[in-house]
C-alpha cells in the first residue's frame, strides 16, 4: 500500500502510494502515517471530529497572530491502539479500498478498533463495524476453533472486547461446543485429526481469568456431556501452569507462589465430584502431592483425598509413597495421608470385594516400604496396619513381611511393643505353608508367636494327613512340600524340647545356688554374732579390759625403757 522511510525524529513513516494526496498524519506508537485527509475523515467520526478541532484551533491560532504561510498539516496521535501499528495500517487499507484478508485474531482487533475510531453504521454505510460482526458471526463464531482463537486476542483488548460484547459471545459459542477443546463428540479420521492437532489452540493457551469464566460457563450449561470436557480441561490446564505436577518444566507466566496457589485451589473447586473417565487416579496424585507442597487450604486438599480415596483401588505404591513436607512429622512418608485415604475409601458404600483385596495388597506393600524408616514408631505401624478389615486380606503373607522388616530395622522396641505389632496378623490363620516356615524359624518373633505357628503348622499337617489317609489324592508337588515341611517341623520341635530342657536344668543349677549363698551368708552372719556376744561376756565375769592393739604396743614400749 505503501512506502515506509525514517523520519527525523528516529520514527518510521508511511506514505500512501496508490495517487492520492497525503494531507495529514496520524501517528500510532513509534509509527507515523501520512494519509488523505478526506479518506479517512469519511468513514471515521473520531477522527474527523479530531482533524476538524484541530484545524479550528489551527485557523484561530493564525488569525489571532495574524500569519499567512503553507496550508496547515493535521497530526493526530493515537494512544494505546488496539491492536497497535498492525491493526491501524489494515483499517487504513479498508479505507482506501484494498482488500484485507480476516482472520479470527485480527477480525476481533479491527472490531475494537472500529469501535475506537467510531466506524459506524450510522456515520458511513458499510463500514467497519458491520463488516467485522458479519465476519465473527459467520466465519468465527460458527467454527469451534476459530471461536477459541478470537476469545486469546480478546485478551490484549480485554477491557474493549468486553465493553462490545465479543468476550461473553466467545464464551457462550465455547460453552455450547465442547469439542472445540480437541475432544470431538463425533468419530473424525484419525490422518485428519492428527493433521489439525499441532495447529490447534486448547484452553491452557487462555489467562486465568479468562479460563475461569470459560469453565464457570460450562458449569452452569448443566450439559452432562461437558462434565469430561470441563474434567479434562482443568488438569490439562493445572498440568501446563501450576509447577511440580509434571516432570517437564513448566512455561507457565504464573511465577507467584500464592497465584499458583489461587489457581490449584480454583481448578480443585471446579472438579466434578465424582470421578470420571477422563481423569486418571495418577493426576489427583500429581494435584495433591502439589497442593501440599504449595500449602494450600484444608478443604483444597480433602476434595482431592475424597476424589482419590473413591478410586483407591486404582492407584499405585508409588501414588501413595508421598514424601512428609512437615516440620512435625518425623517419618518419611506422610502416613497420616495413607490412613485418611483408606478412610475414604472405606466410606464408600459400593465398595466390592476385589477392590477390598486390591486395596489390602497396596496397603502391604506400602507397609512394606515405610517398614525400614527408623523414625517410625510402633503405634502409627501398628495403625496403618490394622485400618483396614480382614476381609481386605486373602492371605497375610505380605503383612507378615512388613512386620519381618520392621521389627529386623528396630531392634531395640519394648517386648510388649513387639507382641502387639504381631498381634496384628492375629492366629496367623491367613499365613500361606511358607509364611508358617518362615515364622517358625524366626528368631525376631516373640516366643509366644512361634508356638502359635507351630500349632497352626500342626492342625495343617493333620488336616492334609488325614484328607490324604480318607483317599483324597496329593499332587506330587504338594506330597514334597508337605514332607519337608513334616521333617522341618519335627527339627523344630526337637530343638524346642531341648531348649525347654536345657532351660529347666539351668534353673534348677540357678535355685540350687542360690539356695547356698544364701545359707553360707546367714551362717557367717551367725557366727559373728555368737563371738561378739562370748568376748563381752569373759571381760565382764574377770572385771578386765581388753587391750586394743595400740594400747598393747604403748605398754611394751614401756617395759623396754624400764
Not at 75 to 102: A, D, Q, R, T, W
Request: aromatic residues 6%.
Amino acid at each position: 500500500m505503501g512506502a515506509e522511510k525514517q523520519s527525523s525524529k528516529g520514527q518510521a513513516c508511511r506514505f500512501c502510494t496508490i495517487g492520492l494526496s497525503s494531507d495529514m498524519e496520524v501517528e500510532v506508537d513509534d509509527m507515523t502515517y501520512h494519509l488523505n485527509k478526506f479518506l479517512v475523515m469519511s468513514k471515521s467520526r473520531k477522527l474527523h471530529q479530531l482533524i476538524t478541532e484541530q484545524e479550528e484551533s489551527e485557523k484561530k491560532r493564525k488569525r489571532h497572530e495574524q500569519e499567512e504561510g503553507e496550508s496547515y498539516t493535521p497530526h493526530i496521535s493515537l494512544e494505546n491502539f488496539p491492536g497497535g501499528p498492525e491493526i491501524f495500517e489494515m483499517v487504513v487499507k479498508i479505507c482506501y479500498g484494498v482488500k484485507v484478508n480476516l482472520s479470527a485474531s485480527t477480525a476481533v482487533l479491527l472490531r475494537c478498533a472500529a469501535e475506537e475510531l467510531e466506524m459506524t453504521e450510522e456515520y458511513s454505510p458499510n463500514n467497519l463495524i458491520s463488516k467485522t460482526e458479519n465476519f465473527l458471526s459467520h466465519s468465527v463464531f460458527s467454527n469451534r476453533q476459530e471461536t477459541l482463537t478470537a476469545l486469546k486476542a480478546c485478551e490484549s483488548v480485554s477491557s474493549l472486547a468486553e465493553s462490545i460484547g465479543i468476550t461473553k459471545q466467545c464464551i457462550d459459542s465455547i460453552a455450547a461446543a465442547p469439542s472445540l477443546l480437541g475432544w470431538p463428540m463425533n468419530n473424525i479420521d484419525s490422518k485428519k485429526k492428527q493433521q489439525n492437532k499441532s495447529s490447534k489452540l486448547d484452553l491452557t493457551e487462555l489467562s486465568f481469568p479468562m479460563f475461569k469464566r470459560v469453565v464457570q460457563a460450562m458449569k452452569a450449561a448443566k450439559d452432562l456431556s461437558l462434565a469430561v470436557v470441563v474434567e479434562t480441561s482443568l488438569i490439562r490446564y493445572a498440568k501446563k501452569h501450576v509447577i511440580g505436577i509434571t516432570s517437564r518444566s513448566s512455561t507457565t507466566i504464573i511465577a507467584s507462589e500464592n497465584q499458583q496457589r489461587e489457581l490449584l485451589e480454583t481448578i480443585v473447586s471446579y472438579l466434578p465430584i465424582h470421578n470420571s473417565s477422563a481423569t486418571t487416579t495418577r493426576s489427583l496424585f500429581s494435584l495433591l502431592r502439589s497442593a501440599i507442597i504449595l500449602n494450600t487450604s484444608g478443604k483444597c486438599r480433602t476434595v482431592l483425598e475424597k476424589k482419590i480415596g473413591s478410586h483407591l483401588e486404582k492407584a499405585t505404591l508409588d501414588d501413595l509413597l508421598i514424601p512428609s513436607y512437615s516440620y512435625l512429622d518425623e517419618t518419611l512418608y506422610d502416613i497420616d495421608l495413607v490412613e485418611r485415604l483408606i478412610s475414604h475409601f472405606l466410606e464408600n458404600a459400593a465398595v466390592s470385594s476385589p477392590s477390598l483385596a486390591v486395596v489390602g495388597k497396596l496397603i502391604d506393600g506400602v507397609l512394606c516400604e515405610i517398614a525400614s524408616d527408623a523414625d517410625l514408631k510402633p503405634g502409627r505401624f501398628y495403625s496403618l496396619a490394622v485400618s483396614l478389615p480382614d476381609e481386605a486380606r486373602v492371605y497375610d503373607d505380605g503383612l507378615y513381611r512388613a512386620i519381618d522388616i520392621y521389627l529386623k530395622s528396630h531392634p531395640r522396641i519394648l517386648e510388649a511393643e513387639r507382641e502387639k505389632i504381631c498381634s496384628v496378623m492375629m492366629d496367623f490363620q491367613k499365613l500361606s505353608i511358607e509364611g508358617c516356615t518362615h515364622a517358625a524359624q524366626n528368631e525376631r518373633l516373640p516366643l509366644r508367636a512361634v508356638v502359635k505357628v507351630l500349632f497352626l503348622e500342626q492342625l495343617q499337617l493333620r488336616t492334609l494327613v488325614t484328607e490324604e489317609d480318607g483317599g483324597g489324592e496329593t499332587a506330587p508337588g504338594e506330597a514334597k512340600v508337605v514332607e519337608k515341611v513334616v521333617r522341618e517341623n519335627q527339627v523344630l520341635r526337637l530343638d524346642m524340647d531341648a531348649m525347654r530342657t536345657r532351660l529347666y536344668h539351668l534353673e534348677r543349677e540357678y535355685m540350687n545356688l542360690k539356695e547356698a549363698v544364701i545359707a553360707k551368708f546367714d551362717k557367717e552372719r551367725l557366727y559373728v554374732a555368737n563371738a561378739r556376744t562370748r568376748k563381752w561376756s569373759i571381760s565382764k565375769k574377770f572385771g578386765c579390759k581388753v587391750k586394743t592393739s595400740h594400747e598393747a604396743k604403748m605398754v611394751d614400749r614401756r617395759c623396754q625403757r624400764r
